[in-house]
């Protein structure tokens, strides 16, 4: 099963990345590309008849941005935004995107994505071609491939070696990041964004801007928060579908 995408991104540069990037993909095959809004409403109005499963979709564009594209959009597929700001992020979500990317978009990125765009689709149980086939995620996260127990964090002027199955979750504080393990805390300067990409997927997830929980840690979790290790934490919106899905539950 191909997953048709349509890029809508004014900037040729950002529309070749993706292209790049989904040319790597065996799932994922693109539909057309267009420079702005107006020009994807004329080719999804032309092309009724062919399925479009994602699109990438850029806000800050000429004559139509991409939050007017949705507000028109009747029938929305699968929507990621990709931008260079975070400001939109809030109000895309009102929309029912999928995901928000940050440029400059890393291909692990884009793959965390796809492996999530996947996991949806078995989730809502859409139909599957016939004879029907089940839907791998196309490839393993790259840090998953890793099996990592083990992280080296800088402290000051040295460098600690910290076993995963210690930490109890990362909190980023202004410049630093705090990581809470079960004997010590431990401030870095290196960004939570760092440990994002870092961390396992099967073990880790974000929660908040500000926070990412050990899965197995979590002692129970509500709508708005999760508690580990007596510590409640807030589960933000922007996060909160990445979390449902990585834990398997309705919040």
Do not use: W
Not at 6 to 16: F, G
Not at 217 to 227: G, R, T
Not at 234 to 241: A, E, Q, T, V
Request: proline letters at 6%; charged letters at 25%; one cysteine or more.
């Amino acid at each position: 099963m191909l997953l048709n995408c349509l890029l809508v991104d004014d900037e040729p540069l950002a529309i070749k990345v993706l292209e790049t990037f989904i040319r790597k993909m065996p799932d994922l095959s693109i539909a057309y590309s267009c420079n702005d809004a107006l020009c994807a409403l004329d080719f999804l109005q032309k092309n009724q008849d062919k399925t479009v499963d994602v699109i990438f979709l850029d806000i800050n564009m000429p004559e139509l941005s991409g939050l007017e594209f949705l507000k028109i959009l009747k029938k929305k597929p699968i929507v990621i935004v990709t931008s260079a700001s975070r400001e939109y992020a809030v109000e895309t979500y009102e929309h029912e995107v999928f995901d928000y990317l940050l440029k400059p978009i890393t291909f692990e990125r884009f793959i965390k994505t796809i492996n999530r765009v996947i996991e949806s689709k078995k989730i809502t149980d859409i139909p599957a071609p016939t004879p029907p086939v089940q839907v791998q995620p196309i490839v393993p996260p790259v840090k998953e491939m890793a099996h990592i127990s083990t992280i080296f964090v800088k402290e000051n002027y040295k460098t600690v070696k910290i076993e995963l199955s210690t930490v109890l979750y990362l909190e980023s504080f202004r410049e630093y990041t705090i990581l809470h393990t079960s004997t010590s805390e431990i401030k870095t300067k290196q960004p939570i964004s760092f440990f994002e990409e870092t961390l396992p997927d099967t073990e880790f997830v974000r929660i908040h801007k500000s926070y990412i929980v050990s899965i197995q840690k979590i002692k129970s979790y509500s709508k708005n928060e999760i508690e580990i290790h007596g510590k409640s934490l807030p589960i933000g919106r922007l996060y909160k579908r990445d979390v449902e899905i990585k834990l398997g539950i309705s919040l």
